[in-house]
Every structure is written in structure tokens, then in C-alpha cells.
């Protein structure tokens, strides 16, 4: 019987312990057990759910990317550091990540809400940076990160699969159709506190949209174009 088969037949609580035990395998473990169910939680299942998690994650991956190539690549300039971080912040390397420490199966969800949707297994992701955070601090932080990013900074100098989403469609729509995405954002934020927004993108050659979100602008023009890009690939 198939790992993915077992997990249907269990209930939360032993989801919210195999997630756990999955952390603790790469080197962190929960003081505060909210706070990880907190992470795990989409807005579709509970008022009360992960969405400011994922707005302190965001902030703390991005402080933590940056420092690291900073850090590591001396010999980089601006340009090729901002192409970097945008692919491994991105929202596909995201999920990547995600799925591979295993807590898809722990999200909760809310009825008819399913994980094809792009951005919920890297919005809990980051939400689980935030709790992380809050449970303990910056440099426990950064080791847990060491732990489940490291691949992403191996070789890290062959950036053509970790360009930014919007760069790597920029270049097929022009190969393919001479032309270029079209993106149309607006600001759908639901409260003064938090500010979201949301990007269309459009391929009028292909025929084609897709959506995304995101805390600014620039990041919801990046989902958008990362769904767009797994549109295209389904052509």
C-alpha cells in the first residue's frame, strides 16, 4: 500500500505528527505545536489561517537567500544575484520544496479547494518559515533553511533553470509567437494591514491566461507568469 494511499486513511493529528517528524529530520522541531498547525492551514478551511504567516516567511526567505548568495558569491555582480534569488524564491522552486519535505498532505483545506492550485504548497511553505521564526529565532531559522534549500546552491553559477518566471516566458513567447505576456494587476487586498495583489497574464497568440498573486506587484506578475509557463508546457 502506497505512502500517498496510507495518508488518506489518517486522521489531522497524525498528518500534523508526520509533518512534524519530517521537520525533525531536518533539524527542527516545534516548541509551540500551534504554530505549525497555524502554518499548515489555508484560508479556505478557517478565518483563522496562515495568511500573515506567509507574509513574515516571505520577508525572512528573502532576507535569508540574499545573504546566503552575498555571502557565497563574491564574484557575482547585482544583476546575476537578482536572477538567482528570483529563481529560487520562485513560486515553482517553491512548491519543489515543498514536495519534498513533505507537507502537502498535511495542508488543510476548505471544501472544493484543491493543492492544483499553483501558489498554496508555497504560501504554506513560507507560512512554515514564518512559524519556524516565531518558535525560535533568525540563525535556527537559516540552518533549517540550510537544510531544505542547499540543492538550490549547488552549482549554482548554471542559473538558465533558475531564471525568474517572467524572464524564462519573456524568452518562449518571443521564440514562439514574436510577441510579448500582457499583464494587467490590480489591488485586491482584503484588509489595510496586509496589501495583495493580482496580476493576469495574458498570451493572446496562445490563446491563453492565467493568475497570480502576490504580497507586491512584482511577485504576483512572477506566480502569474510561472502558471502561465506550466499552461504553455501542457500545449
Not at 502506497?2 to 495518508?7: K, R, S
Not at 496562515?50 to 557565497?72: A, C, Q
Not at 494591514?193 to 491566461?209: D, H, M, R, Y
Given at each position: ?11 489531522q493529528?497524525?498528518?500534523d ?5 519530517n ?9 509551540d ?10 484560508k479556505?478551511?478557517?478565518?483563522v ?6 507574509f ?5 526567505l528573502?532576507l535569508?537567500?540574499?545573504e ?8 557575482l555582480?547585482?544583476g ?26 498535511s495542508?488543510?483545506?476548505g471544501?472544493?479547494e484543491t ?11 513560507e507560512a512554515?518559515?514564518?512559524a ?8 535556527t531559522v537559516?540552518i ?23 524572464s524564462h516566458?519573456q ?12 499583464y494587467?494587476?490590480s ?31 512584482k ?14 508546457s501542457?500545449e
Amino acid at each position: 500500500m502506497g505512502f500517498i494511499f496510507v495518508l488518506s486513511y489518517l486522521g489531522q493529528k497524525q498528518k500534523d505528527s508526520l509533518v512534524a517528524k519530517n521537520l525533525e529530520k531536518l533539524g527542527y522541531s516545534f516548541q509551540d505545536n500551534k504554530l505549525l498547525k497555524l502554518a499548515l492551514t489555508h484560508k479556505s478551511h478557517s478565518a483563522v489561517n496562515n495568511e500573515r504567516l506567509e507574509f513574515l516567511g516571505d520577508s525572512i526567505l528573502s532576507l535569508y537567500v540574499s545573504e546566503k548568495l552575498f555571502s557565497s558569491y563574491s564574484d557575482l555582480d547585482e544583476g546575476t544575484l537578482t536572477i538567482l534569488k528570483a529563481g529560487i524564491v520562485s513560486r515553482e522552486n517553491l512548491n519543489k520544496v515543498a514536495g519534498k519535505i513533505g507537507i502537502a498532505t498535511s495542508i488543510k483545506l476548505g471544501k472544493g479547494e484543491t493543492l492544483k492550485n499553483n501558489s498554496i504548497l508555497g504560501n504554506t511553505l513560507e507560512a512554515l518559515v514564518g512559524a519556524v521564526f516565531l518558535d525560535s529565532n533568525f540563525d535556527t531559522v537559516k540552518i533549517f533553511l540550510d537544510n531544505i534549500f542547499g540543492d538550490d546552491f549547488l552549482d549554482i553559477k548554471d542559473i538558465s533553470h533558475l531564471k525568474d518566471p517572467k524572464s524564462h516566458l519573456q524568452e518562449i513567447v518571443q521564440k514562439s509567437y514574436k510577441s510579448l505576456p500582457v499583464y494587467v494587476t490590480s489591488n485586491v487586498s482584503a484588509s489595510t494591514n496586509i496589501k495583495k495583489f493580482e496580476a493576469v497574464c495574458t498570451v493572446k497568440e496562445a490563446q491563453l491566461s492565467s493568475r497570480g498573486t502576490g504580497s507586491n506587484i512584482k511577485k504576483a506578475e512572477q506566480e502569474a507568469a510561472s502558471e502561465m509557463l506550466g499552461l504553455l508546457s501542457d500545449e
